[in-house]
């Protein structure tokens, strides 16, 4: 499985942007997906993740009211619409994948996924 990031740029504060995730090679229709990222000098975080069958989504409360996960199965792709950016979403923003279908405190953790994609650069000027 291969995954394909893009969407990401330079937007200033207050500004949307919307990443997209597409998978190719041998794909699932089940599991889930999600995104994380990763700030310079600081570790990888959850963003948002959603189930691939089911309306079930997860959201890190810095962004719950601000970003949007939403999948099309048809186009194996998962989108992140990011509204209201600060300053603090700055980050390399990775979408990551499993085939199985895991539990909703599960969806959150970096161990979860079996692939990665690179990862796309989000830069939110103040």
């Known amino acids: 499985v291969q995954l394909q990031a893009s969407g990401g740029g330079l937007v200033q504060t207050g500004g949307s942007l919307r990443l997209s995730c597409t998978a190719s090679g041998r794909t699932f229709s089940s599991g889930a997906m999600g995104w994380f990222r990763q700030a310079p000098g600081k570790e990888r975080e959850f963003v948002a993740a959603i189930r691939m069958t089911e309306r079930n989504t997860n959201y890190a409360d810095s962004v719950k009211g601000r970003f949007t996960i939403s999948r099309d199965n048809a186009k194996k792709t998962v989108s992140l619409q990011m509204n209201s950016l600060k300053p603090e979403d700055t980050a390399d923003y990775y979408c990551?994948?499993?085939?199985?279908?895991?539990?909703?405190?599960?969806?959150?953790?970096?161990?979860?996924?079996?692939?990665w994609g690179q990862g796309t650069l989000v830069t939110v000027s103040s």
């Open positions: 990551a994948a499993t085939p199985s279908r895991p539990i909703m405190t599960a969806m959150g953790i970096m161990s979860t996924y079996d692939y």
